[in-house]
């Protein structure tokens, strides 16, 4: 009982506001409704359930809705990471071609943006402009 506790706290439901926005609930129905008439799709047109054939090929369907959300859900709750204070690289020839960022006093890692909650640099998820 003590560690369901420890993973389940009042900070931890708050991520769940994530949730109750109009992106997610339109990705998430989306994700549900491609799936579905996919596995309806499989059960009516395709080799019936009880061939070998018919159930690797709607435990695949199963199988690739359960990474599609896996990945989602890790994208919207882990995030990208963040770069390591004091990073540096590793051939020091190449601070030339680095920014330098006076307010962590550091180099600023490709594909990274500053944040100003955190005050760190974030991975960016999106190479625009890069």
């Known amino acids: 009982m003590g560690t369901f506790c420890s993973v389940i706290k009042f900070e931890n439901l708050q991520e769940l506001k994530r949730l109750c926005h109009w992106g997610p609930i339109i990705a998430l129905g989306v994700i549900a409704i491609c799936s579905t008439m996919a596995m309806i799709d499989s059960v009516l047109w395709y080799w019936p359930l009880h061939t070998t054939g018919g159930s690797v090929n709607f435990i695949m369907l199963i199988?690739?809705?359960?990474?599609?959300l896996?990945?989602?859900?890790n994208?919207?709750?882990?995030?990208?990471?963040f770069v390591p204070l004091g990073w540096k690289?590793?051939?020091?020839?190449d601070n030339m071609y680095l920014q330098y960022c006076k307010v962590c006093q550091a180099y600023k890692a490709p594909r990274s943006h500053h944040c100003r909650k955190c005050n760190r640099y974030c991975l960016?998820?999106?190479l625009i402009g890069d």
Do not use: C, K
């Open 63 to 68: 199988n690739w809705t359960v990474m599609i």
């Open 70 to 73: 896996y990945n989602y859900f």
């Open 75 to 81: 994208a919207m709750f882990i995030g990208p990471g």
């Open 89 to 93: 690289p590793e051939n020091s020839q």
């Open 124 to 126: 960016s998820l999106l």
